[in-house]
C-alpha cells in the first residue's frame, strides 16, 4: 500500500466533467481578471464564511499583505505573530515595513494564546495574527478580549483553517480581517495560486480590493494611492466555486479520517495535538507528536506512508528573521523537534488509517519499547 500526504487527485475525480467545463466558460468568455467569475466565487465565499465581503486574491500571502497595508501597518509597528506557523504570516508582516514579534504556543494546541500576546505588547503594537494553524481554531473571544483592551486590530490567519468554527462561529469574520489561501494543497485549493480575505468591514475591503488592484478607485485611470497587482484570476475562481459546492463533504472526510485517527492511535505512546472546548477542527493536517519523531518517520516511509513536517524549524529562528536577540520559545521549539503531520485527505479510508496505525505500532514497539510497556 502506498499512501500519500494528500490526495487531490481523488478529490478532482469526483468533479471532473464540472471543472472542464469551468475551464471552458472562462475561456470562451475570456474574463481572465476580475469580472464574473471572480465575482462570483467572491459572494460564494463570503456567504460561506458568514461574512459581509470578500476580495478575491493572489494569494494567501497577498491577502495577509493587503491586510496589513490596508491598516495601515507599516515601519515602527510591530505585529504579533505565533512562533509555529507558516513563514508566509511573518513575511507578511516584513513586506509591509513592520516587525513581527514572534511568541510560543499553548502546549497542547500549538496555537497563539492570549496570554502570550498581552505579554508581547508594547505601544509599538500594531496588529495580531492569530493562525489557525492545522485547521484548528485559536480562542479568539481571549485573543479578541487581549486586543481590544490594547487598541490592536487582529488579522486573522485562516488560510489553514476553511470551514472551521470558534463556539460556533466561522473563522475569518472573528477578527477585523481573514485571510484565506487557496493554495492547491489547502482544503479549498484552487489549480494555482489564489487566495482571499473577508470582512465586515466595507470600507476596509474597499482599501483592501484598490490596492490589490494598482490602487484603482471608481475608474481605470484614477489612482488613489499606491497599489500593486495582487488579483485574482478568473480561472482559478471558476475552479474554486465547482470545488466549494464539495468543501463541506470533503471537510467531513477529513474529520472522519481525524476521528478514525484517535481511536487508531489511542493506545500508543503518541499524542495527537488537542483540541480546545469550542474548537471545530476542518483538519487541514493531522498532526502527532513523538520523541522518535525522525525516525518514525523513514520507517513510515519505508513501508509507503508519506508523511510531512510542519514546521520542522519555529520562524524565530529562520535565519530570515533572526535578529540581534533571538527569543527563546521553548514550547515551539520542543514541538519542532517532536512533531508530524499523518496522510490526511477527504478520502483517506478506514483501511488506510488502520494500516498506518499499525505501521506506527510496529516502529514505536523497535524505537520506544519502553514507552510502549509504559503506555
Ligand atoms: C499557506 C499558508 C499561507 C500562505 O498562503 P499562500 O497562498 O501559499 O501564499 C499563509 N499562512 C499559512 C498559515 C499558510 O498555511
Known amino acids: 500500500m502506498r499512501i500519500p500526504l494528500l490526495d487531490l487527485d481523488a478529490m478532482h475525480r469526483e468533479i471532473a466533467p464540472e471543472l472542464d467545463d469551468a475551464w471552458r466558460q472562462v475561456s470562451q468568455s475570456a474574463k481572465f481578471i476580475g469580472g464574473e467569475y471572480v465575482e462570483r466565487f467572491e459572494a460564494d465565499w463570503a456567504r460561506y ?15 495577509l499583505e493587503l491586510s496589513l497595508a490596508a491598516l495601515g501597518i507599516g515601519p515602527g509597528d510591530e505585529v504579533v505573530v505565533p512562533a509555529n506557523t ?28 492570549a496570554a502570550g500576546v498581552q505579554a508581547a ?21 481571549a485573543i479578541n478580549h487581549v486586543a481590544a483592551n490594547a487598541g490592536i486590530a487582529v488579522i486573522e490567519d485562516a488560510c489553514q483553517a476553511h470551514g472551521a468554527t470558534w463556539r460556533d462561529k466561522p473563522v475569518g469574520t472573528l477578527g477585523r480581517i481573514g485571510c484565506f489561501s487557496f493554495y492547491p494543497g489547502k482544503n ?6 489564489a487566495g482571499a480575505v473577508v470582512t465586515q468591514d466595507l470600507a476596509l475591503a474597499e482599501r483592501i480590493r484598490s490596492i490589490s488592484n494598482y490602487g484603482r478607485k471608481g475608474s481605470p485611470y ?8 495582487k488579483r ?8 474554486l466555486s465547482v470545488k466549494l459546492k464539495r468543501l463541506a463533504a470533503w471537510t467531513d472526510g477529513r474529520r472522519r479520517a481525524a476521528a478514525r485517527y484517535e481511536t487508531a492511535l489511542a493506545d500508543l505512546p503518541v499524542t495527537m495535538v488537542r483540541n480546545a472546548p469550542g474548537a471545530f477542527n476542518t483538519y487541514h493536517l493531522a498532526v502527532i507528536r513523538t520523541a522518535w519523531r525522525d525516525a518514525l518517520r523513514e520507517r513510515l516511509a519505508s513501508e509507503g506512508i508519506m ?39 477527504p478520502h483517506l479510508g478506514d483501511a488506510e488509517v488502520a494500516f498506518i496505525a499499525e505501521a506506527i505500532d510496529r516502529a514505536l514497539a523497535d524505537l520506544a519499547p519502553i514507552q510502549k510497556l509504559a503506555s
Open 307 to 345: 508523511t510531512g513536517i510542519h514546521y520542522p524549524i519555529p520562524c524565530h529562528l529562520q535565519p530570515a528573521f533572526t535578529g540581534e536577540d533571538v527569543p527563546s520559545l521553548p514550547v515551539a521549539e520542543r514541538a519542532a523537534q517532536e512533531i508530524l503531520s499523518l496522510p490526511m485527505y
Open 49 to 63: 464564511c458568514h461574512a459581509d465581503h470578500c476580495v478575491g486574491v493572489a494569494s494567501g500571502t497577498a491577502a
Open 188 to 193: 479549498l485549493g484552487a489549480f494555482g495560486d
Open 121 to 141: 505588547l508594547t505601544p509599538r503594537t500594531a496588529a495580531v495574527m492569530p493562525v489557525h494553524l492545522y485547521g484548528q481554531p485559536v480562542d479568539m473571544d
Open 86 to 113: 507558516f513563514v508566509a504570516t511573518a513575511t507578511a508582516v516584513v513586506a509591509v515595513g513592520a516587525t513581527p514579534v514572534f511568541i510560543d504556543v499553548d502546549p497542547s494546541t500549538l496555537l497563539m494564546t
Open 232 to 239: 485574482l484570476d478568473g480561472l482559478q475562481a471558476a475552479i
Open 222 to 229: 484614477h489612482h488613489e494611492v499606491v497599489g500593486t497587482n
